[in-house]
């Protein structure tokens, strides 16, 4: 069986990233596994621009910000193998993995990084009634028509949904020619982000209907009409509200999930909330030296935030293969919990001798909050009070720990993330 020090998982921004920080740490035995024909991940789809204005001060599409770390990957000399899926990892961290060439085989790696990214929620889990009709899409697969397919799904369009990909959809249709007649968004605030709201939906007099849902999908050979309704705060269509749209497509942008089915087998532990990996400070999970960073991790709002925690994926795989790969130690540990407002935080725990001078955690709010407070508490003292203008569930939050600020205060068993309204 071939041995690899690290192996990672995944050939999109995370795992590039990844890899090329492990190289720079002064690791020379990396692979990266990736099941597609080419690396870069879902930004190969996302054409657009708007990558990177925080990691290369520029606004970058997909692909460019991909090739970024393609380039160095490749001039790295980092080894990586397209069309290879990773069917299992084993809790001693041999990996088995399949392509055409080799056929199935498998690899002990020493650390293995997960960067798996994730996936659309599928329209089966959404319990939308009517017939299935051919002109259902989701709005990932749509992206993927469009930008690399070369097909238009349809010319008259509804969108379910108003998460980043449907938002950027609706924009993209209109400028492939198609009628956008409605985003329609179940929740009474959209999950994308703001500027996709202005520069997708404002910008082009698409309107956007909070607090609603499709109720009827007509058509039995392709989709003829959609009909959606409002919806009550106990999110049940409200009767009399209908308002039917004639049109030939449906996109989907319901939410993403972590594509975590490896980590799961694996034995890893997960987040109910997130629906990833549980880890520490330095993004180990349960099982020592399995890392995760990225989408698998927890879904992202930019990417700039993956590459960023992708890297320190990369330097403590490493750290922990220099340290002779060492269980971590839980004795002294600080749990982070989130509550009152704030959904989960990212990491759950800290070792503070195992930390950087600085921690970024990172969390989501569970509703729209103006003029609030993120407050952080160490045992029962508050430390941190910022006033935010805004925060949504769509936008990712973060708080920034200092490892002196932690060693001041010994004995520390519980931090809390919350927010306050004052
Ligand atoms: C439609 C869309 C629009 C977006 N728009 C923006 C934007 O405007 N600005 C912005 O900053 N961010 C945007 N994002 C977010 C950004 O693209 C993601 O945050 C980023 O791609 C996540 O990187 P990742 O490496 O974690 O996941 P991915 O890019 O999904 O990469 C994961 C990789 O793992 C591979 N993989 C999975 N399972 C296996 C396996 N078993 N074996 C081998 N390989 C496997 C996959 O093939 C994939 O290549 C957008 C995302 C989407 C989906």
């Keep these: ?40 991940g879902i930004l190969n789809q996302c054409i657009h621009n708007g990558f990177g204005l925080h990691t290369f001060k520029e606004e970058l599409t997909g692909p460019e910000y991909a090739y970024r770390f393609i380039k160095q990957v490749l001039d790295l000399g980092i080894e990586y193998k397209l069309h290879t899926m990773v069917m299992d990892i084993a809790p001693d961290k041999t990996v088995t993995a399949m392509n055409r060439e080799d056929g199935m085989f498998q690899i002990k790696a020493k650390a293995v990084i997960l960067a798996m990214g ?23 697969t749509a992206q993927r028509l469009v930008n690399i397919e070369g097909y238009m799904p349809g010319r008259e369009v509804v969108i379910l949904g108003s998460g980043d990909i449907g938002l950027i959809m609706a924009r993209r249709m209109t400028l492939e020619g198609a009628k956008v007649k409605v985003v329609a968004e179940l929740l009474p605030y959209s999950g994308g982000l703001k500027r996709n709201i202005v520069q997708c939906l404002d910008d082009y007099g698409i309107p956007l ?27 049940k269509p409200i009767p009399g509200t209908e308002e039917r749209y004639t ?3 449906l996109l989907l942008s319901c939410g993403l999930i972590p594509e975590n089915e490896l980590s799961r087998s694996a034995g890893v532990k997960m987040s109910p909330v997130t629906s990833g990996p549980i880890v520490n400070e330095s993004l180990e999970t349960n099982i020592p030296g399995v890392f995760a960073c990225g989408n698998v991790l927890h879904v992202h709002d930019l990417v700039d935030y993956v590459s960023e925690e992708a890297k320190r994926a990369g330097q403590n795989a490493v750290k922990y293969i220099n340290d002779g790969c060492k269980d971590a130690d839980t004795s002294d540990v600080i749990d982070i919990v989130a509550t009152e407002g704030a959904r989960y935080t990212v990491p759950t725990t800290i070792n503070v001798d195992r930390m950087d001078d600085l921690l970024t955690v990172r969390f989501r709010v569970g509703d729209v909050y103006k003029n609030s407070f993120v407050s ?40 809390t993330v919350k927010i306050e309204a004052e």
């Excluded at 996936?119 to 990932?140: D, K, Q, T, V």
């Design 376 to 415: 952080v508490y160490f045992d029962d003292e508050r430390i941190m009070h910022n006033q935010k203008r805004i925060m949504a569930p769509g936008e990712m939050e973060q708080v920034i720990l200092r490892k002196s600020q932690l060693q001041e205060h010994k004995g520390l068993k519980k931090i």
């Design 118 to 140: 994730c996936r659309e929620r599928p329209r089966g889990a959404l319990n939308i009634p009517g017939y299935r009709p051919a002109g259902i899409f989701s709005a990932g």
């Design 247 to 249: 049109c030939d497509t």
């Design 1 to 40: 069986m071939k041995s690899v020090d690290i192996v990672i998982v995944g050939g999109g921004p995370a795992g590039l990233a990844a890899a090329v920080a492990a190289k720079e740490a002064g690791n020379d035995s990396i692979l990266i596994l990736e099941r597609d024909n080419e690396l870069g």
């Design 209 to 235: 209907k909070l607090s609603h849902t499709v109720v009827d999908i007509e058509g039995k050979e392709h989709v003829t009409a959609v009909t959606i309704a409002e919806v009550g705060p106990d999110r």
